[in-house]
């Protein structure tokens, strides 16, 4: 990413994309052309939106957690109608509710977070699949945190559109965003010439994803980032990367229980990106997260929606290692014994070490 940047309508550039979006799709699980966009995660979800739904048109957003409802925020800000499932946060998404309402209404998509970084569930996007190939319906994923970390087979699993972006598992810094779309959602972005947007008009993203280009000035130094890493989960085996993630993340929640801390997760499937952790009776989020800070430069994360306070978010993602969760354990435990909890040392460290040990 230090490298000069070059001209982004150059030779250099065009073939930092186009290996990007070589080396992304086996990530993705498709064949679609990737389209880049300069932006946050935000910006190619309300992309997703503008490029299939029309003001007027109604669609189903799960909701179950704090990105879902997310989404629902930036269709009813774009005059979609929105109906929406609402999930009790920390279960799993119950697909036949799903299928219901679809058997109700004929909707333009229905809308999920594959990875609720919220809550640390994980969508079964197989089976919303299933409920919707056979009908006009669109399936519209976030897997701004999960892309990378846990698995994603779009095509077989008849993902319409996939958004996700730079910063989490892909490991690069924020401001690169992409979206993956399917010959069915590309049908229905035909069907209306259209779209109330200019920037994000995905029929505009594509010709220039087929010449390796993108529409507007491509973020060259990101690009080169994400190739980059892109790059080193090959190396690794993208199948060893996913082993990794689960593993380390089953660690951290073996260790974190072995402290005290309960998952917030009541169901399955479970992140390996992010480990969410009720915050025990008696203590508060932020306080957890300052003293990892102060004392350790440990960063994590707590809530900003309705669960401030009230949970531990650890991100699991990326180049992580078994040091990083035994390190994290380590001085989570410091942290929670500052605070006043009884914790036997090193409980933490035995029940993840004894977690990996069994699973090696
Ligand atoms: N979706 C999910 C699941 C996320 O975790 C985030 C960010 O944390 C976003 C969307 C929003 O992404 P951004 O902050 O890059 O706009």
Redesign the pocket.
């Known amino acids: 990413m230090a490298r000069i940047v070059v001209n982004h309508r150059g030779p250099e550039c065009r073939t930092a994309i186009g290996e990007t979006q070589e080396m992304i799709r086996p990530i993705l699980g498709t064949t679609n052309h990737v389209l880049f966009f300069a932006?946050?995660?935000?910006?190619v979800?309300e992309a997703a939106l503008v490029n299939v739904v029309g003001p007027g048109s109604r669609i189903l957003v799960i909701e179950h957690?704090?990105?879902g409802e997310?989404f629902t925020t930036i269709a009813k800000a774009m005059n979609i109608t929105v109906d929406t499932v609402a999930i009790e946060w920390g279960q799993a998404i119950d697909v036949a509710a799903v299928g219901a309402r679809l058997r109700e209404h004929a909707y333009r998509a229905v809308v999920v977070?594959?990875?609720?970084?919220?809550t640390g569930i994980v969508a079964d996007l197989a089976a919303l699949g299933a409920l919707v190939c056979d009908r006009p319906t669109l399936l519209i994923a976030?897997?701004?945190?999960?892309l990378g970390g846990i698995e994603m087979r779009q095509d077989e699993w008849g993902v319409d559109i996939v958004v996700s972006?730079s910063?989490?598992a892909l490991m690069c810094p924020?401001g690169l965003?992409h979206a993956s779309v399917s010959a069915k959602a590309w049908r229905v972005i035909g069907q209306d010439e259209r779209r109330s947007t200019f920037y994000w008009d995905f029929r505009r993203a594509l010709k220039s994803a087929e010449q390796n280009e993108t529409a507007f000035t491509a973020p060259v130094s990101l690009i080169y980032g994400l190739r980059e890493a892109l790059t080193m989960i090959h190396e690794e085996g993208f199948p060893n990367v996913l082993v990794r993630h689960r593993k380390l993340s089953a660690a951290l929640r073996a260790g974190g229980a072995a402290l005290g801390l309960a998952d917030f997760c009541r169901d399955e499937p479970r992140s390996s990106t992010?480990v969410v952790f009720k915050v025990p009776d008696g203590l508060e989020g932020g306080a957890i997260v300052r003293q990892l800070y102060q004392d350790h430069r440990t960063v994590i994360a707590g809530a900003r929606n309705r669960l401030s306070g009230r949970v531990i978010r650890f991100g699991t993602m990326g180049a992580l290692s078994t040091g990083t969760i035994l390190t994290d354990l380590l001085h989570l435990e410091d942290a929670l014994t500052k605070l006043g909890l009884q914790i036997e040392p090193g409980a933490g460290l035995k029940a993840a070490t004894e977690y990996l040990a069994a699973t090696a």
């Open positions: 932006s946050s995660g935000t910006g979800m957690g704090q990105f997310r977070v594959h990875n609720e970084s919220s976030d897997s701004v945190s999960g972006a910063q989490k924020p965003a992010v």
